[in-house]
């Protein structure tokens, strides 16, 4: 990992915070997080497959992803990998249990990524001055959690084709966040690994295959050297109900 020096100086950042005091005067959100994220963090360069930190660390930063894709993972006592969920472009993401206790999985760059680091003793310092962005550090909390359960229901609901659909089209949706369905940026590639897609539907590589043919051979993805290509993005919908998964979050 290769970090680079921060783009300002937290002894500067009593100044500064009074210089826009009129931009955070109102509610504190996850936008405000990663504006200091952003400004007060170490920007660091990490490999695909290398670690962000690892299950029984202790994890003493918040990150924000610039680019890239980092998962969460679980190693189980019975010595299976879990993915729990995958982080992408301009997300958020940190374990918060209490100072000092190992956090019980891992943050794994499936891509290579670009991210901001600020340590929590930074954050702290911050908070000293702007106590208000503790609101936005509890959103981050509930956010995280919200993500967890969705990805538990939503998966753990639904079945074989169904499953593998719907997991397709949340991992099309966080490469895709805020990007124009008509812009040529919009990117119908898939570029994480099979396997990985695999362990966060908790199915084996094998029946994964199997289902990706079968969604293939039906004209809704396309697979070249592994990765997959959604050809049909509103039929993969369909098929896992996604666009009613979309209408509930809102009002989560």
């Known amino acids: 990992m290769h970090y680079q020096n921060p783009t300002t100086n937290i002894s500067n950042l009593a100044s500064r915070t009074e210089a826009r005091q009129l931009d955070f005067s109102g509610s504190w959100d996850i936008d405000s997080l990663k504006q200091i994220i952003l400004e007060e963090g170490l920007r660091s360069s990490i490999q695909r497959g290398k670690f962000v ?26 010595g299976h990998r879990q993915v729990l969920d995958f982080f992408y472009r301009e997300s958020v993401f940190s374990d918060l249990p209490e100072d000092s206790q190992p956090t019980t999985f891992s943050a794994q760059c499936l891509l290579d990524t670009q991210a901001y680091a600020l340590s929590k003793a930074s ?38 084709v169904e499953r593998v659909a719907f ?59 592994g990765t997959i290509n959604i050809t049909n993005i509103k039929i993969l919908k369909d098929i896992c109900n996604y666009e009613e998964f979309s209408s509930i979050k809102r009002f989560i």
């Open 53 to 78: 930190f690892r299950q029984g660390e202790v994890v003493d930063k918040i990150y924000l992803i610039q680019s890239g894709c980092v998962a969460f993972t679980r190693h189980c006592a019975e």
């Open 123 to 160: 954050l702290r310092r911050i908070a000293t001055i702007t106590p208000e962005i503790f609101q936005a550090v509890n959103s981050l909390m509930l956010r995280l959690l919200s993500q967890a359960y969705d990805s538990l229901y939503n998966i753990g609901c639904r079945h074989g």
């Open 167 to 225: 997991t397709l089209c949340k991992i099309f949706d966080g490469f895709n966040a805020g990007i124009d369905v008509d812009s040529a940026r919009f990117d119908c590639n898939i570029p994480i690994r099979q396997i990985d897609i695999a362990d966060a539907i908790g199915v084996t590589p094998v029946y994964l295959n199997q289902i990706l043919k079968s969604l293939k051979e039906d004209g809704v993805i396309d697979i070249n050297k």
